[in-house]
């Protein structure tokens, strides 16, 4: 009866490695789609990459037109007048400043 016994499994040993590969496979597969580090995690860290770097290109041209405006201050005095008037309503010694306003604006007393 022991030589039949190992005969069987002698001949079952294929299988017992096959299904101990596959679950081994399938352990891998299971870490390379659902863990951490896998890609369906990668897939998410792309997706914060690319909404990071669009945040970062704003930003980045925001500091540009920054540095040209301070850029432009520091040449010249052109430039501060010309803010001030914008700005803050201020006019030249011996200026006349004219304010024009819409009829929306005015009200009847």
């Known amino acids: 009866m ?3 016994g190992s ?3 002698l001949r079952s040993w294929p299988y017992i490695v096959l299904l101990s590969l596959l679950i081994v496979i399938a352990a891998l ?3 390379l789609w659902f863990a951490e ?3 369906s995690d990668n897939r998410h860290l792309q997706t914060r990459l690319q909404q990071q770097q669009a945040k970062n290109a704003k930003l980045s041209a925001g500091n540009q037109q920054m540095a040209e405006e301070i850029a432009a ?3 010249g005095s052109d430039e501060i007048e010309s803010r001030a ?3 803050l309503g201020m006019v030249k010694k011996d200026e006349t400043f004219f304010l024009l ?3 929306s ?3 009847e007393p």
Do not use: F, P, T, V
């Open 73 to 75: 201050l520091k040449s």
């Open 29 to 31: 597969q299971y870490r």
């Open 2 to 4: 022991n030589g039949a």
């Open 85 to 87: 008037r914008q700005n």
């Open 7 to 9: 005969m069987k499994l």
């Open 105 to 107: 604006a005015i009200q």
């Open 101 to 103: 306003l819409e009829e």
């Open 37 to 39: 580090g896998g890609l």
